[in-house]
């Protein structure tokens, strides 16, 4: 398994499919995507960019030392207070924009131990889960409007 790159990538525009059971298959695609992350130094990585349409994201939260994964999540409330911050992407190597994000939201998703949640985030964690969450809808962040920080 390996990452997907590049902007102009059909794969990277799909839109991911919910997760129906958590199986062995899962987990090993939730294995894996931890591995790339890390092994690729970043911060998140949904399931997509390693070429699974399916709804799963995993995101490295060095405030709680721990990788966090959401399976089918969803942004059920966010601040009206944005914030505008640069961001880069595993799977568009050497490319950043500066892209407006709420700075609270609230997530509803499955863990994967199978467990169904509420989570708070805010700041940096806010915005990568909002980022990768974009992965999931085929959204990049070169399709966010060129802005200045």
């Known amino acids: 398994m390996e990452l997907i790159t590049g902007q102009d990538n059909p794969i990277l525009r799909?839109?991911?499919r919910p997760v129906e059971h958590l199986n062995q298959e899962v987990y090993s695609l939730i294995g894996e995507m931890k591995r790339l992350m890390h092994e690729n130094d970043g911060v998140g990585l949904a399931?997509?960019?390693v070429g699974r349409p399916s709804r799963i994201i995993v995101i490295s939260d060095?405030?709680?030392n721990k990788d966090l994964v959401f399976i089918n999540p969803e942004i059920?409330?966010?601040s009206?207070?944005?914030e505008t911050l640069a961001e880069g992407c595993l799977s568009l190597p050497n490319y950043e924009n500066s892209i407006a994000r709420p700075i609270r939201i609230i997530l509803k998703a499955t863990t994967e131990d199978g467990k169904k949640i509420k989570f708070k985030a805010a700041h940096l964690l806010a915005r990568i889960i909002?980022?990768?969450i974009?992965?999931?809808e085929g959204i990049l962040i070169s399709?966010?409007?060129q802005t200045k920080p």
Do not use: V
């Open 14 to 16: 799909q839109k991911s």
């Open 47 to 49: 399931a997509i960019q």
């Open 62 to 64: 060095p405030d709680r």
């Open 76 to 78: 059920i409330k966010q």
């Open 80 to 82: 009206r207070e944005t």
């Open 130 to 132: 909002g980022h990768e």
């Open 134 to 136: 974009d992965h999931l």
């Open 143 to 145: 399709d966010y409007p």
